[in-house]
Structures are given as structure tokens and as C-alpha cells.
DNA sequence: CGATACTTTGACCGCCCTCAAGCATCGTGG
DNA sequence: CCACGATGCTTGAGGGCGGTCAAAGTATCG
């Protein structure tokens, strides 16, 4: 685990430290590999470690005892894992991806924000991003249709995806049909039905590891502010 | 303003700091009232300021150009506003009662955090709090029927003014059945319904300022995660 | 008291869910 | 290399929950 060659150090919580202070990062964490539908950690357990994201992509997502399940967000290269500082986690980590993460302790964590308060900002700031981010999801699944939440989650993704590699009209979707509707508050039917018939529209095209988006501008019709 | 003397400080922000920092903060800020359906801030607007409430009860919401509109939380009296540093407002922030509120530039306050990191621990915690609540409202609008969401948010409600006033069953709700539903992704008509058939099934009671809980346990089980 | 805003109730409808079946795509082991 | 089972995706038919529209009832406040 070399943090200063890290690729996406810029992108997560590591840009508000010095190099010697990452260096100090270092020997509290350790990066692992998990493969693809691995589970990181799971609702209800105790939470031990905090994680940043370095490759790949997670989905985060909570379950009724009923089996009903609502995912709360897909974690991207950058994200930092473990914001909500309560004892157990709030929902699952999966891997939809090979993905690596670096673990930190979260009690050396919690020791390291109270010397580095530059990092504490850092993380204050990407917590209210987060929180700015559930806002808008609320709004996405109390007051949209079913055709608004698809536009909005393609848009969303695709502007995730510019943050990494730059922009462009070709969105990889490493997440089922099920997982967007379990996102978006919709059975993988109507998700299914509605790509389908944006792609009838020309509005899209579905290719084998996510969608080209033809249009992109009456997608952000459909799903603006 | 007296901080010291301030009757919800062992809930708000300002419980991590000393007197003499309370005196620092006092200097930087100022309370004013506000009465009911007055507005304290508006969603797209300048924020200049950080708000935190001390008296009385908001509705934050988002709107939509065509008029929809998604209420992101109700704000009760140790709340924090601004919690999300983006130069803008992302909602707007009504007053369901006569309120009163500390109101901090938002650079000064800025600066007062990176001088007191027990300032900025406590509003980090605060804010992670906040994501967990609404990754939990997520779950609400996404994955819940009308009537589970009504007994969430009546649960929900009830736990909320347990923390100010000690718990009783008894629940005042300033906020109006539009509000309700705007806030659960229902209409008014569906709110009104639902609270109807759980009061003649004998739930709840519906009085002039609120509800009044009969079936505690059976609400609970409506609204279990 | 009259105007206004909020709540309730009823009738009807449509969006999305449910259930069911068929198709496509993989990874695996014989 | 192909058979196959598993997983995921698509499509169709039908139904129900919650939305829409309309109107009457009820606080609230000048």
C-alpha cells in the first residue's frame, strides 16, 4: 500500500494530507482486494473499520425483514465508507466489481481526525456532499416518475463517472436491473420496460455493460431540478 | 443572547464548547424570531448564513419547476442549518410555528471551526446523523405502502419530541397534511385517508393539534426497519 | 361573520406492480 | 466443446394501490 502513488488520492479524503501525513495514514490502514459480489460488511454488524474506495464499484443498500430491499447509493473510486460514526453499519457493502479498499481501524481513524483537523474537514465536507446527494434522492423517489427516475439516475451516473474518467456518453452500468429499481423504488419490470422503450425513443442505447445516452439533453429534461 | 442560559444548548452544537468559547460564539451570531409561515431562507439563494434553531418548527422542502415538491425533513429545536457548505441553498426553510433562531455568518462561523475542532466534531456527528436519517427516509419513500409510511413518520415524530420533551404519546404536528405527504411522497387526499382508518381502527386519535397514539406497539411494527 | 385555508370523503382512473413465461448470457463441468 | 443450470433481462396480461378530480365539511382569523 503505497498511499502518495495512489491513482485516486486526489478524488478521496488522502488530498487533505501532506505526504508525511500519508505516510502516518499508511501504518493505521491496509488496502485489500474483494472480488466481485463479495460482501465488505453487512447491516447490523459491528462496525470496526472505516474504508475508502480505490477501484471498482459498491452498492450500499438496506433490507426490510420482509426482504424488501431499498439501495441507498453505489459507492465509486473517491468514496469514503464508514461516514455515519455509529456503532453498527446502517446497510450492506457489496462488490459489484473486483474492487479495492483501503481499511483503516476506526478507533486509529478517530484518533487521526482529532491531530489532523484539515482531514476532518475534508471528511465534514464530503459528509455533506453525501447528505446533499440523499436530498436530492428523496426528491427522486417521492416525487418522480418512473421515467423521471430512470433520466435522473443515468444523468447522475454519467456525471459520476466524468468526475473519474472525464466525461462522455458512454455509461457502464456494473449494477442489475434489480439494484436500480431496488435504487430508484421500482421492480426490475418497470426498469426494464422503460430503458426499453427509451432505447425504442432513441434516447438511449443499450449495450452490453451499461447504455450510450443518444440524448442527452431531454434526459436532463426529464430529470432536472 | 445568552448562551449560557440558552435552554436547548445540551442539544444543539454549541454543547461542545466551553463557556468562555460560548461567549466567542455569541459575539459572531445573533437570535432572531421568526413568526409562523415565515421564511427563513429559500432554496437557490445566496447562503450567507448558518442557522441554529431554538425554538419552534420548520419545514425544509425542495421544489420542483412544474410545483412538486419534496419535503427533505422538519427541523425541531436543536437542529443545525446549514450543515451543507455549497454557496447555495438546496431547499427552503419555512417556519410552521413562531420560531426562534441563532442565526452565524457562514465565513464566520467557518473560521470558528478550524479553531475549535470539538466545534467541528460535534457538527460532523450531527451531520452524519443527519445522512443516517435520510438514507433511513430513503428506505420510507422507496420501499414503503401508504399506510407504513404514515406510521413511520408518526414513530418517527413521537421519538423526535421524546428527546425535547420526554415521551408521551401524545404528538403535536404543526406541519399540515400536504406537508405530510410532500413529505412521504403521498397526496394530501391518501394522508388523510390513511389517518382516518387508523383512527377508526382505533390506532390513533386524531386531535386539534396533532395525534395521539393508542397502538404504540402495532405502529412500531408498521414502521419496523 | 365572511373569507380563506385546511381536512375529509367519494367516485373514478391510471401508473406501476404482480404474476407468468420466454429469451439471452454466462460460467462450469462432463 | 457443448450441455446445462443459474442468473439476469425482456415482454405480456391483468389487477390494485394510490393519484386525480370534485365537492362538502371545518377550523382559523381578520
Do not use: W
Not at 55 to 78: N, Y
Not at 124 to 136: I, K, V
Request: glycine share 8%; hydrophobic share 40%; aromatic share 6%.
Amino acid at each position: 500500500m503505497d498511499c502518495c502513488d495512489c491513482e485516486i488520492k486526489d478524488q478521496s479524503v488522502c488530498c487533505a494530507l501532506d505526504p508525511d501525513e500519508l505516510d502516518a495514514l499508511e501504518r493505521i490502514g491496509r488496502s485489500q482486494g474483494y472480488p466481485a459480489k463479495s460482501t465488505i460488511f453487512e447491516q447490523g454488524r459491528e462496525a470496526g473499520f472505516v474504508y475508502n474506495l480505490t477501484a471498482g464499484a459498491l452498492r450500499l443498500s438496506k433490507l426490510l425483514p420482509d426482504g424488501r430491499r431499498q439501495v441507498v447509493g453505489f459507492a465509486m473510486p473517491g468514496d469514503f465508507l464508514g461516514l455515519d460514526f455509529e456503532p453498527n453499519h446502517s446497510y450492506t457493502a457489496d462488490a459489484l466489481t473486483p474492487a479495492k479498499l483501503c481499511q483503516f481501524s476506526r478507533v486509529g481513524f478517530s484518533d487521526m481526525l482529532d491531530d489532523k483537523p484539515r482531514l476532518l474537514r475534508r471528511l465534514m465536507a464530503m459528509a455533506s456532499h453525501e447528505l446533499a446527494l440523499a436530498q436530492e434522492q428523496m426528491v427522486v423517489l417521492g416525487r418522480r416518475t418512473a421515467e423521471e427516475k430512470i433520466a435522473a439516475f443515468l444523468v447522475g451516473m454519467r456525471k459520476r463517472y466524468a468526475r473519474i474518467h472525464g466525461p462522455s456518453v458512454h455509461v457502464p452500468l456494473p449494477m442489475t436491473r434489480l439494484d436500480i429499481g431496488d435504487y430508484l423504488g421500482l421492480t426490475v419490470e418497470t426498469v426494464s420496460r422503460m430503458m426499453t422503450r427509451m432505447a425504442r425513443e432513441k434516447t438511449i442505447v443499450i449495450v452490453p455493460d451499461g447504455v450510450r445516452l443518444l440524448d442527452v439533453p431531454r434526459l436532463e429534461r426529464l430529470a432536472e431540478v
